[in-house]
Each structure stands twice: as C-alpha cells, then as structure tokens.
C-alpha cells in the first residue's frame, strides 16, 4: 500500500514556530504547525489528510460528547544525538490504541494510516522536535465518535486525529500521594485498561478531594477490597521493597504502560528482581515498618518516572527517603532517555527512526 503518496497535504504559509520560547517549555502548551485528520464514513476510512492545525467545527450533538467514545493515546519523539528524529514504541502504542478501541466499540484507524501519518506529520514538523536534554515532541493520536445525531447509539462515524507539540523536562517534584480506599478509577469488567477519555474525567473529583488535603495525587486500590494497589494517579506505579522492583500485574482494570513495559524490561536486564503480582496495603505498611522500602514512584510516558516521597495509608504518612541519581528509578529513566537518543544501542529495536 502505498499510502504516503495518498496523504492530501495542505500546509501553512507560515510558521508558529518562531513564538515559541523553546527554553520555556511547559506541558501541554504549545502545539506544532499540522495535524493529520483522517474521517471514518460510509463504511471506512477516507483519505487521510495533513493539514494545518486548527479548531474543529462540530455539531452540538456529535455522540462522543454525550456518549463518551473518545479514546487516545500519547507517545514521544525524540532528537538523537546526529540529529535524527526517533519515534518512541509505535507498535506497542498501536496495538494498545486498537485494544482501547475495541473496548469502546469504536473503528480501528488502518495500521498503514496510523503509522504512516505519524511517520508524515512529524517528517513535516520536525523543526518542533526540541533538542535539549529531556525535552521532546509529544504526540497526541485520539479517535471520537464524530457522528452527529443525539440518540444513544455506537456511532457510524469517527475522526481520527494526531497533533503534537514541543514538551520540556518534565520537572518532577516528588509526590506526596493518597491510598484511595472510598472512590475507585476501575474495576474488573470495566474499561481501565482502555485509554478511554471517561476514566480521567471520573478520576478528578477523588483527586482534586485529595489535593484539597494536602496530596498531589491518588494511589489507587482495587474496586473489590479497596486493598490492592493499582496505579497511581494516571501513572503505572512501581516500588523497590528489599531491592527487588515490585509493580502490580496487568489486568482489566489497570493500563498497560508502555512506560511501564521498558522499565521492567531494562530492571530485568540490569539483573534487577521483577515481580509483577498483587501488593495490598497491608504489605505496603509492613515494608515501611520494616525499612525495606526504598523507593516509589509513577511511571509514564509524559514524566518517565515520577518519584513518592509520602504515602498515605489509613491517617498515617509514610515517608520515603530522599532520591539520588544512583537510585533505580533515576538509572532506568536515565538508561531509557539514553536509548531514545542513540547514546547507547536499541537492543529492544524500540526507536523507531524517521
Ligand atoms: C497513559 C496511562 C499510563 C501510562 O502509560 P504510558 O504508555 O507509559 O504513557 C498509565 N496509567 C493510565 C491510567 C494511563 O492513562
């Protein structure tokens, strides 16, 4: 299939690049000069387009807005070291967006168009991609339900888009994070492990709750016993507990990281014990007790790691120690970036270069 040759390009007459403060970069802010729109109708995919970035125009009654069919996903590009440009994990990030997907019974946008418009927007945008240490073009693919028609219904019609936009170092102040045992983000049967638009806006409220106490973020236990961790805010979570690096096991309830899936594969690697299994919050309170926790901390695609410096369990503050750059998460993070940018091997042949 010789897709790029089908892709209809309309680019801008100008540039906005030049008002962006490339030392200033901060989260979400600032887009890049196109976007790729693709539209599901009549039975399939049309032409996908590349076109300038811009304000959409729908109907009040477009189904996604009421109905919820609206699922995304989130990855990096990267500038290597000669320069070239490095699309992180696309595979994997595909393959999860088409399991989102099919949760939420919603229409695969074609793998070719997937990759291939990923592939074209960032080849046309690459002077968005930022050079600096830590900083990168992230990009956004999300598909809703564009259908315009009130009624409650799977919607016959779909928009698949993909922007990006310049992102800096994710500064990462430690955390200071709640164990939820009233309010839950998912449970067994549910959609938790789709990156579907509804579990963040039913995760706000027990947050913001959270942050009015003191807390930057949630630790999220399991729907049944609220007793067995799950993830931490929108982040996978991971602890190091007597030298060995524990993280819940995947199930339908939490989402499968891709973050989450290099650094097990690099601690494995680096000789680094794994468990992937339940930890309840009884463990959790015995491995303070005991001092064989050392570490904890968020993993995703938007910080890498973020580290925990508090847990809270049931009125009482645990605190973590302090973080040094020998600590593992800090090393994995900083084998990851080292991989992305070509300063060691891809052995995973996780870059996916343009
Ligand atoms: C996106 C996301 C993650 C992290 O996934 P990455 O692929 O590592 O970015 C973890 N938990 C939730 C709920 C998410 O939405």
Redesign the pocket.
Known sequence: MQLTQDIIVRKVRKSRISEVDFSKLEFGKYTSDHMLVCDYYDGEWQTPQLVPFANLSLSPTTLALHYGQSVF???KAFRMKDGAINIFRTE??YE?LVKSLERMCMQVPPKEVFMEGLMELVKLDNAWVPGEAGASLYIRPFVFASEAKYGVKVADEYRFIIFSGPVGTYYAKPLRVKVEREFI?AAKGGT?YA?CAG??GG?FYPTQLARENGFDQVLWTDARENKYIE?S????VMFVIDGKLITPALSDS?????????LIQLAKERGVEVEERRISTDELESAFRNNLITEAFG????AVVAPINLIHIDGVDYKLPFYTVNSLMNQLKQQLEDIRTGRVADVHGWNCKI
């Open positions: 996903e989130g990855m994997k990030h999860r983000r938790g990156k579990n963040y995760a993830e805010g929108t982040m996978n939490i989402l499968d990281g891709v973050t989450r899936d290099s993993a995703g695609t938007a």
